[in-house]
């Protein structure tokens, strides 16, 4: 992935910050995905057939989108919400729709 893809910081933090129990499970979530990733380089490396190679990067793409949504979803209801009821509502929705329509890309 080019620097050029990457957002830049935002350096704005969570309005509830995670839980352990949260990032833990984001964590493992995406060591999991790592992991699969590790795979798929290993199937290139033996040459394994396509379409075997394409199910497993089929596979990652929806695992990362779960992870995504999830994030997603947190966000509205915290970090949105508490935007809306703290009169920030139209620069929080503005936000999220950016990032949805990047997400969806």
Not at 91 to 101: D, S
């Amino acid at each position: 992935m080019t620097d050029e893809l990457l957002p830049e910081n935002s350096g704005k933090k969570p309005v509830k910050p995670r839980t352990n129990d949260e990032k833990q499970a984001i964590t493992n979530r995406l060591k999991r995905i790592e992991g699969q990733v590790r795979g798929i380089q290993k199937m290139v490396e033996e040459d394994r057939y396509c379409v075997d190679i394409l199910v497993q990067i089929s596979a990652i793409n929806k695992a990362l989108n779960k992870v995504g949504y999830n994030l997603m979803e947190r966000h509205t209801h915290h970090c949105v919400k508490g935007a809306i009821q703290n009169g920030d509502g139209d620069e929080a929705i503005e936000e999220l729709m950016k990032v949805v329509q990047q997400f969806s890309k």
